[in-house]
């Protein structure tokens, strides 16, 4: 599907290519994997298919409750045709349990609950680390206004509520996410993608890791991890 089209930007899990029409572009998925600011880096088969799939279930959901979006529609297996959005860059990170890194910087065992969804603020910048920020340097380095980090705020806790709602029903805990938003003709939207490479899923009995952990920490049945995902997105029978 991206045969003739320019590629703009190729990130660690993503391709980005033009399309006839400027307010469209279409995104690849690819199956290559990374971690720790890219100093383990691999490939997890089919992570681009399962990633572009999960993706696009959590994206027509979400619209359907409100939240503006990037996606159109699926174009193949790996690609999906999205709204072109000016990125904001702020990496916005919702927790409701501890783990990660969260865990080790508050002394918390991991699985410890939160009272109350944390939200924590990244500077998009590979070459700094994507370092973690507060309002006041977004503010100081102009990243985003004001009135536009309330408005990411508030979608951000809305899609956590939604999320919730939505994975306790398939046996899932949603431990803590990745989102980032941009702007498309004035509206701050939801962009990049919502999977497990972006997300800490864990079944809610047993506590398994469904997500890119299992790659990080070298757990295994990595690829069977974002199998089972989409398995329970699609209602399917689950090997869990």
């Known amino acids: 599907m991206t045969k003739g089209l320019k590629m703009l930007y190729e990130g ?4 980005i290519y033009e399309t006839a029409d400027p307010e469209l572009l279409l995104v690849h ?6 971690a720790f600011n890219g100093l383990k880096k691999g490939s997890i088969r089919d992570k681009g298919y399962y990633n572009n799939q999960i993706s696009a279930i959590f ?5 359907t409750r409100g939240v503006s979006n990037h996606f159109v529609e699926l174009t193949g297996e790996r690609e999906m045709l999205v709204k072109n959005l000016e990125i904001v860059p702020v990496e916005v990170v919702v927790r409701n349990i501890a783990a990660g890194s969260l865990a080790k910087r508050l002394g918390k065992s991991e699985g410890t609950k939160l009272p109350f969804p944390v939200l924590e603020f990244y500077y998009k910048d590979d070459e700094l680390g994507d370092p973690m920020i507060n309002r006041y340097h977004i503010k100081a380095l102009e990243l985003a206004s004001p009135k536009e ?42 962009g990049d993608e919502i999977s ?10 047993t506590h398994e890791k469904l997500d890119k ?27 869990v």
């Open 149 to 190: 980090m309330d408005t990411i705020e508030e979608m951000a806790l809305k899609i956590n509520e939604i999320l919730l709602a939505y994975l306790k029903p398939l046996g899932l805990e949603l431990v803590d996410f990745k989102l980032e938003f941009g702007r498309h003709q004035g509206e701050i939207m939801l």
């Open 12 to 15: 660690k899990a993503k391709k």
């Open 29 to 34: 998925y690819k199956d290559d994997a990374t």
């Open 196 to 205: 497990p490479d972006t997300c800490r899923f864990w079944d809610a009995k």
């Open 59 to 63: 994206f027509k959901m979400l619209a």
């Open 213 to 239: 952990d299992r790659f990080r920490r070298d757990l295994g049945k990595v690829e069977e991890a974002y199998q089972e995902i989409l398995k329970r997105l699609k209602g399917e029978k689950t090997d």
